[in-house]
């Protein structure tokens, strides 16, 4: 049907298909215009001593599939913070905040950088959690670093409860030497939430699978390539790493922007951010074609690292990585680049 309706207006004389690009959605069709209020803030200390962020079980993260070794102690970082909200942390995997002299903090959460892993063995995954949950909102991560390299697999998140029921939303991620943002969707309720591809004037990345319903044995999602190269990995590193934000907005949609450290908007800076000034987002997924609150409630947000697993190490081979995932794991040098930075978090309502 959608091509059909393209293959009609290409017949149409130009001044019609003129006229039809006048009637194009308002500025304002993406987002409401509004101007947003700070709920939560996750910085330096708070992340953990807040009591706002737990660190997920051990036996948790083996139902997700997610890599762990068991092998080393703590690491001797002072300003290691692992014991707080902690249930089941494994103490193998370097998590620490650090507060300079100066106003700005910064949250650290590496892979272990130091311990050899046996071949074929699994080394630690990192992943935090926070406590809250919410249902729309404008959700913000400034971050200098974030983890690089073949097999690392880094995702800052949200997820609802009964996946994929409560849907998930991926805005940061990526793998291997991948070097442009992914993000993606995942709905549970049925087929009917998708990206609309009729209005990709509403964002600037390029669409890689339009429909966002997922199951256990399906769950790629509906995905939006960010077109800029500062939005991954490396370059987002060498740009002075940036912002990332998601506008979950139960009316018109979510809308995501990667900015790179010069191109933050001065309203965010303010934590008065107003989001309808922030130009075409890199990803849309409209209401229009999305039943928003049927499938996205009670997220948590989630940041992590994962080391090979489902994506990245079944991926590995077409990757332009050398030898095999499970190589990589072995030798800690690997990963010192394999690390989160971040300046904070930040929710606003
Ligand atoms: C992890 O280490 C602890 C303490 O050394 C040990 O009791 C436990 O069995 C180990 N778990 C696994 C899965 O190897
Ligand atoms: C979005 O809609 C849900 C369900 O109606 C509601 O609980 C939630 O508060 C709404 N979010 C915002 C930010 O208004």
């Not at 149409?12 to 298909?17: A, G, S, V």
């Not at 699994?122 to 974030?146: E, H, N, P, W």
Request: charged letters at 15%; aromatic letters at 12%.
């Amino acid at each position: 049907m959608h091509s059909l309706y393209k293959f009609c207006l290409s017949i149409l004389p130009l001044t019609i298909r003129v006229g039809a690009r006048y009637h194009a959605p308002s500025p304002y069709s993406r987002t409401t215009a509004k101007t947003y209020s700070i709920k939560d803030f996750y910085s330096g200390e708070d992340f953990f001593n807040g009591g706002n962020v737990i660190f997920q079980s051990k036996s948790d993260a083996q139902d997700k599939g997610l890599a762990y070794v068991n092998s080393t102690s703590d690491n001797d970082n002072d300003n290691d913070n692992d014991n707080d909200n902690d249930n089941d942390n494994g103490s193998d995997t370097n998590i620490y905040s650090s507060s300079s002299s100066s106003s700005s903090s910064l949250t650290v959460f590496a892979i272990d950088s130091t311990s050899t892993v046996a071949a074929g063995g699994s080394r630690d995954a990192v992943r935090i959690t926070s406590q809250k949950s919410y249902t729309g909102g404008l959700f913000v991560m400034d971050a200098s670093k974030m983890p690089v390299g073949c097999s690392t697999w880094p995702s800052f998140w949200t997820v609802g409860p009964d996946w994929p029921y409560g849907g998930e939303i991926d805005i940061v991620e990526g793998i291997n030497d991948q070097t442009k943002n992914q993000m993606t969707l995942h709905s549970g309720t049925s087929n009917a939430c998708t990206i609309d591809t009729d209005d990709s004037d509403e964002y600037t990345g390029t669409v890689l699978a339009s429909n966002c319903y997922s199951t256990e044995s399906s769950d790629a999602g509906c995905s939006i390539m960010d077109p800029d190269t500062t939005s991954f990995a490396y370059g987002f590193n060498n740009a002075g790493g940036g912002v990332f934000a998601l506008l979950w907005d139960n009316s018109t949609g979510m809308s995501m922007w990667h900015f790179a450290r010069s191109d933050i908007p001065s309203d965010l800076t303010d934590q008065a951010p107003t989001p309808s000034t922030w130009g075409t987002p890199s990803g849309f997924w409209s209401a229009k074609t999305c039943d928003i609150t049927d499938n996205f409630y009670d997220h948590q947000m989630v940041i992590d690292t994962t080391i090979c697993g489902n994506w990245a190490g079944g991926a590995y081979s077409q990757s332009g990585c050398s030898g095999k995932c499970t190589d990589m794991v072995a030798d800690a040098s690997n990963y010192v680049d394999a690390y989160w930075a971040i300046n904070y978090v930040a929710v606003f309502q």
